[in-house]
Nanobody
Framework: QVQLVESGGGLVQPGGSLKLSCAAS????????MGWYRQADGKERELVAD???????NYVDSVKGRFTISSNNAKTTVYLQMNSLKPEDTAVYYC?????????WGQGTQVTVSS
């Protein structure tokens, strides 16, 4: 059974930085992407960034130039470096692992950007 464990969320002032981590355990077969989604209060969950098994990354326009997604060589841990954070980045951030057969989700980690 694949499990995803996220860490790194918290409270940060506008302009600050946070780094999220998501570690996958279990047997992963035919991974397609790992990535981060977020859901703010009253809004739908949206893709923030993902990285394909081949290494190519994809970002939502609102975070381009501020966030960087990366992974370890084994593609079992994915990171999201978030710089120049804004209040509108406040949300619960979820890690997602997409395989050929199904998707897996983490439990979510809260990111709050506030002065």
């Amino acid at each position: 059974q694949v499990q995803l464990v996220e860490s790194g969320g918290g409270l940060v002032q506008p302009g600050g930085s946070l780094k999220l981590s998501c570690a996958a355990s279990g047997v992963i077969i035919n991974m397609k992407t790992m990535g981060w989604y977020r859901q703010a209060d009253g809004k739908e969950r949206e893709l923030v960034a993902d990285i394909a098994s081949g290494g190519s990354a994809n970002y939502v326009d609102s975070v381009k130039g501020r966030f960087t997604i990366s992974s370890n060589n084994a593609k079992t841990t994915v990171y999201l470096q978030m710089n120049s954070l804004k209040p509108e980045d406040t949300a619960v951030y979820y890690c997602k692992l997409e395989t050929l057969y199904r998707n897996y989700w983490g439990q979510g980690t809260q990111v709050t950007v506030s002065s």
